[in-house]
């Protein structure tokens, strides 16, 4: 793809954009969100048409003109929100459109060996074909997606952000299967927010940022900070702040805590003043946990004392009690899209808006103005629908409903998943402000739980470490007493 | 500023969206204005017309645009309205026992309070059943499509029961049954300028644009609608406010039905305001609420129900045929409901 360039109304997405893979080479195209990956892969696919530049497939021009188009020559795109029918058979999904026929009749021996074959490809040869892909893991789920653009014959294979809802097991084995087809000689250009990730596959990387190309080259010889340092234009020092913070009381406190189906048995004590951090799997059970806190599963058994209040509690409550909690997906659960950022920020709090029970919209417009600035939150206005911003300033909106509500505890489930290095940054420095007591009113120091998948966010970050494994929440330690190897080992209970 | 830019920045504000509304309820005006013969169209005396007829949709309207915000929907509108309109009749023909000994008709002894015990009721019973579509559709988890589905047809029965199957004839006119009588031919009522009728929806809009803009319960409104697990994960109480919005929506169809009543000369007809519920939905669709929630306005439902009037009643003084008349009405729907769609795609 040479010279790209694509506007939207006033804003152009991409403006002069050069990229190119080479047969069986692993390409990672790296760059904060908004930097255009998204744009150019939509060009790529056809799902939109390039203003100006050219696109070249196998030397020969390129013009797709529609995403049945570029399937056709080859090209196969996976979304990080899957793509899969899910009340179908996964042979259904694999040869979704391209059914083998006969007189208009499904041929479902053929239908049967051919999806087997795309199956062993990716290395799910014990997988029946027939199995509804309602029933699989989400590793798996993207895995039928490989699958089917193999079944496609496909020579170019984008990858967009194919790890953010994988657990470390899925993503060695997403790994090795995206080396075994590189091998096979199929182009693989894989879009991803973890540098380790870049390091650890690819051939060669490019960097876009503001719709341009900044950079490429050998990713052996280029170090993750050169790389970062391009994503934002400037370099990223102290990524992780961790300022000397002391832990106060206990303000949160489970005892053996179990949910109707993970997790089994989670004790933690959290203090005022302290950054915990939980790490573990996908699955292991710790947005459960979060979420029985907070009131939105029910107990099963064991306690949960928050300050002198102890018991089970709405979410409602929750909030009164100085609990606030930002959930996993930002999309489906954290945020109204559609209604604006005001609407969204004030929600848990709307007292004080107005006389009475009333809620003026210039008030809470108004209420919202001291943490746009702060955090900041880039927007137009506090009217301005949040499906509006990019990922990073929404997360920020979520997280900022916390502060909004003046809460003391602070839940974060995977707070930064999917969003740019650099509202990371800012979210990173938030935590760190809070449990520093800075940004509320009384300057009382804030108690921050979190979870993440993201090992190296944890130790940069949190005072304590406990690890979810299979429903286990282990003993918190100090940070300095962990490593990645060691929390990676004890998430997938080897130690 | 670019043009494209511009017309995006205009696109986003809320002005314009009711604007483009109001647009294009001048131009369906314009167009009966202009076609319909000798100017009998824009007559103060068919407009007053249009006002009266719209009124009845536009009031139950406004609850079905809190519960189509809410991402809901309430198919059993029509036949609440008729169980409004049956339960006002027979509380007008209410016996009871004379000074004589010999059964009078309530209504004779008390003229001015037995009408407003039969609001009281009307509404009592109408609020009632919505609020019983909201708890089924609450505490049974089942969607409401499917819940007010199986109310049309209970809530019907039961007015059909309540009046026996037969129009039921009250004794005596009652200013309840003038409620919507015009203003302009009647000289005693030429005072109120419009339909008392008018005035109770007038207040109603008031109300209901208040409530939904600027208290708690409104704003639980859009969230419930734009994301019920944002809503629930802020505290937002997601089952008491869809069970308020239900409630509401009978609420509103109770003060419907008291001007159907009216409208219909003052007779508890049990089979009144079928296919209500589409006109009503219609409305509130073209005054641009999604089905899928979190939008919608008081205002736009006002303009989008009388569009649909106006198209409703036009189309007859055009001398079009009945099947002419319904295709006209649906095909605007579907092209409201496009023009919204290609607007939102626009804007994104």
Redesign the interface.
């Known amino acids: 793809m040479r010279g790209i360039h694509k506007r939207f ?2 804003t152009q997405a991409l403006r002069g954009v050069d990229i190119s893979v080479h047969p069986g080479e692993v390409m990672a195209l790296v760059g904060e969100n908004g930097a255009g990956k998204s744009t150019l892969m939509k060009v790529l696919s056809g799902a939109h048409a390039s203003d100006e530049g050219e696109l070249f497939l196998d030397g020969e021009p390129y013009t797709p003109g529609n995403p049945l188009h570029a399937r056709e020559q080859g090209i196969a795109m996976i979304y990080q929100e899957l793509s899969l029918a899910p009340h179908l058979s996964v042979m259904e999904n694999i040869l979704l459109g391209i059914e083998p026929t006969r007189r208009g009749l499904i041929l479902w021996d053929e239908m049967k060996s051919k999806a087997a074959a795309a199956l062993s490809t990716v290395g799910l040869e014990n997988l029946s074909p027939k199995t509804p892909v309602n029933q699989l893991s989400i590793a798996h789920q993207q895995l039928i997606e490989i699958a089917r653009a193999v079944a496609l014959d496909c020579r170019v294979l984008v990858l967009d952000e194919p790890t953010s809802s994988l657990a470390a097991k899925d993503i060695e084995k997403l790994f090795a299967l995206v080396r075994d087809l590189s091998e096979k000689g199929i182009s693989v250009i894989y879009i991803s927010h973890f540098l380790e990730e870049v390091q650890a596959l690819s051939h060669r990387y490019t960097v876009l940022r503001d719709g341009e190309t900044v950079g490429d080259g050998q990713t052996a010889d280029a170090s993750e900070e050169a790389i970062i340092a391009l994503m934002v234009g400037r370099s990223v020092d102290d990524l992780y702040p961790r300022s000397q913070r002391t832990a106060g009381s206990v303000v949160l406190e489970t005892n053996r805590l179990a949910g109707i189906d993970k997790p089994n048995t989670a004790s933690i004590q959290l203090r005022k003043g302290e950054v915990l951090g939980i790490a573990g799997l996908v699955g292991a059970g710790r947005t459960e946990f979060l979420d029985i806190i ?1 009131g ?1 599963e029910p107990i099963a058994s064991g306690d949960i004392s928050i300050g002198s209040y102890s018991g089970s509690a ?7 009690q100085g609990v606030g ?1 930002v ?1 996993e997906d930002r999309k ?8 604006s950022i005001a ?2 920020l004030t ?2 709090k ?1 007292d004080g808006l ?1 006389p009475g ?5 210039s008030q809470q417009a108004k209420a919202c103005e001291p943490w746009i600035e702060r955090i900041p939150i880039k927007c137009q206005s506090a009217r ?2 949040v ?1 509006d911003l990019s990922g990073g300033n929404q997360q920020k909106v979520a997280i900022a ?1 916390l502060l909004h509500a003046d809460v003391d505890i602070l839940l974060l489930d995977e707070p930064t998943r999917g969003i740019d290095v650099g509202s990371k940054a800012q979210i990173y420095q938030l935590i760190d402000s809070l449990a520093r007591g800075e940004e509320s009113e009384g300057r009382s120091p804030k108690a921050v739980l979190i979870v993440s998948s993201y090992l190296p966010e944890l130790l940069g970050i949190c005072d304590r470490i406990a690890v979810m494994c299979r429903g286990q929440l282990s003993k918190a330690k100090p940070v300095e007493d962990w490593d990645e190897h060691q929390l990676m080992a004890t998430a997938i209970g080897q130690e | 500023m670019s043009k494209a830019h511009f017309f995006k920045e205009l696109k986003s504000k809320a002005w314009f969206n009711i604007g483009a509304r109001f647009l294009a309820l001048i131009i369906v005006f314009l167009f009966f204005a202009i076609f319909v013969e000798d100017g009998k169209f824009y007559t103060l005396r068919n407009l007053e017309n249009i006002v009266r007829q719209s009124s009845v949709y536009a009031t139950a309207a406004l609850g079905m645009t809190f519960v189509i915000i809410t991402a809901g929907i309430d198919l059993s509108v029509g036949s609440i309205i008729a169980l409004a309109v049956v339960v006002v009749a027979w509380t007008l023909n209410i016996q009871i026992d004379g000074a004589n000994g010999e059964l009078v008709y309530l209504v004779h002894q008390y003229p001015f309070a037995t009408p407003l015990l039969a609001c009281l009721l009307a509404i009592a019973a109408s609020s009632l059943v919505g609020l019983l579509n909201g708890a089924l559709i609450v505490r049974l988890k089942i969607v409401p499509f499917i819940v007010t589905l199986g109310s049309m047809g209970i809530i019907r029965g039961l007015a059909k029961g309540i009046a026996s199957e037969r129009d039921i004839y009250p004794p005596e006119e009652t200013w309840i049954g003038g409620l919507m009588d015009p203003t302009l031919t009647n000289k005693a009522k030429s005072w109120m300028l419009l339909p008392a009728g008018v005035w109770i929806l007038i207040v109603c809009i008031a109300i209901a644009s208040f409530i939904l803009k600027y208290t708690r319960f409104g704003r639980h409104v859009y969230a419930v609608g734009s994301n019920e697990e944002t809503a629930r994960l802020c505290g937002v109480p997601v089952g008491r406010t869809k069970l308020i919005v239900y409630a509401l929506t009978g609420f509103f169809c109770a003060l419907a039905g008291f001007m159907q009543f009216s409208y219909i000369g003052g007779v508890g007809q049990p089979t009144t305001g079928i296919m209500y519920e589409l006109f009503v939905i219609a409305a509130v669709i073209i005054g641009g609420a999604s089905f899928s929630g979190g939008e919608g306005s008081i205002l736009g439902t006002i303009v989008g129900a009388l569009i649909i009037t106006i198209l409703y009643m036009g189309g007859q003084q055009m001398g079009w045929p009945k099947w002419v008349q319904e295709m006209v009405i649906g095909g605007i729907i579907i092209l409201a409901v496009a023009v919204d769609r290609l607007r939102h795609s626009k804007l994104a």
Do not use: E, H
């Open positions: 109304g006033a907070f939105l709405l979410p409602a409550l929750r909030w009164q909690m959930s489906t659960q954290g945020l109204a899209l559609g209604l609407d969204n929600l848990p709307l107005g029970r009333l809620v003026i919209p301005q629908p499906c409903r």
